[in-house]
């Protein structure tokens, strides 16, 4: 590109690094326990936390420098190998079945999910295609093209089944349409259809069924399906403005169930209060801005897609992990990015902070 190199956002350099740093903490906090009792090391969960966020440190760094407009052309390849990648967690054998979802690959500890790497890969793909043909979007015959697309993606994520990622990958995909310029009646139809598809979902399935009656009647069902969300909620209460203390936490004594995952929002609230969980929200708020503000001023319709559709990913995440968390959404197993426990999801989060910032590096001023 022709465009002058700059320095990368520097808000949104340090803004990743505070919540990667407050995950690190926090996954020592909310694992201990657990890591003692499973591994007899405390230390377990926070070893293999530091290595994935080392790994995606140096990736991000890669791709902040690596110039994001040479990755043009390997995109069809790279999702076409993405989608086969989502096949074979489907092949007995091949996948990894945990808790009856297959959603691995890999090799005893070593493992990894592919639906981290396909929200990337459809960000980059359908960044690619409407940079292309810009008005494509606009006609309904193009949006369904789209669509297509985006149903392929969204069939084998339900096929594992993975609803909570499914939801963030749609999400994304709704939030790149808005930004490419899609007419609003082909958008208000395609959210009617994804609510009516979320229900036949939940009606089709009784565990999703049995989430909803938790969601809505969480201590009435305490003991079963709203277990999670009221252990959430009592974490949350107990933190009241300053909360109990770091490592302090009595629902990581195996009472909240995901507590260094999915639910390491409860343990902020419990152990640093109202002032901690505000401080990771304001912290989200910050990395959204600041990603959209560079979306806005990309050097090109390819970079403000991809931008948007990067921001995106960590926005919905964030959105519905804190609204589970709150008892504000029904439980779908979501983590929390930078922050929760997990190799797959902390490091491809970080190659697009890494490729957020090279973009940043060409932005205008």
Not at 120 to 131: G, K, Q, Y
Not at 180 to 206: K, M
Request: hydrophobic share 50%; with cysteine.
């Amino acid at each position: 590109m022709s465009f002058k190199k700059k320095q990368p956002d520097i808000v949104l350099f340090l803004t990743t690094f505070l919540l990667l740093s407050i995950g690190v903490i926090m996954v020592l906090s909310a694992s201990s326990y657990h890591a003692m009792l499973f591994y007899d090391n405390p230390y377990h969960f926070l070893k293999r936390q530091l290595m994935w966020a080392g790994l995606g440190i140096i990736s991000m760094f890669f791709f902040m420098n690596f110039d994001y407009y040479k990755t043009k052309r390997l995109i069809v390849t790279g999702f076409i190998v993405t989608l086969v990648l989502l096949v074979l967690v489907l092949i007995p054998g091949v996948g990894i079945n945990v808790k009856g979802s297959s959603r691995w690959l890999g090799v005893g500890s070593l493992t990894f999910t592919p639906s981290e790497i396909v929200k990337l890969a459809i960000v980059f793909f359908f960044a690619r295609a409407m940079s292309m043909d810009t008005e494509k979007i606009k006609n309904f015959q193009g949006f369904l093209s789209y669509l297509a697309v985006l149903g392929i993606v969204v069939a084998l994520l339900l096929l594992q089944p993975d609803l909570g990622t499914t939801i963030a990958v749609a999400g994304t995909a709704f939030c790149m349409f808005i930004a490419a310029g899609a007419r609003l009646s082909h958008l208000f139809g395609l959210a009617f259809t994804g609510v009516l598809g979320v229900i036949g979902l939940i009606i089709q399935e009784p565990y999703r069924l049995k989430r909803i009656v938790g969601y809505l009647k969480p201590f009435e069902t305490a003991s079963n399906e709203g277990y999670q969300t009221v252990q959430s909620l009592y974490a949350l209460g107990s933190g009241w403005l300053f909360g109990i203390g770091l490592g302090n936490s009595r629902q990581k004594f195996l009472y909240l169930p995901e507590r260094h995952t999915d639910f390491i929002f409860a343990i902020i609230g419990e152990e640093l209060g109202f002032i901690g969980v505000f401080l990771v929200i304001l912290l989200f708020f910050l990395f959204i801005w600041r990603g959209y503000r560079i979306a806005l001023y990309a050097p090109d319709r390819f970079a403000s897609l991809l931008a948007v559709g990067l921001t995106s990913i960590i926005a919905v995440q964030s959105v519905i992990n804190i609204g589970v968390v709150t008892g504000s959404l029904p439980v779908t197993g979501i983590t929390l990015p930078f922050v929760s426990y997990g190799g797959s999801s902390l490091t491809f989060s970080l190659i697009g902070v890494g490729i957020l910032l090279n973009i940043s590096r060409y932005c205008h001023k």
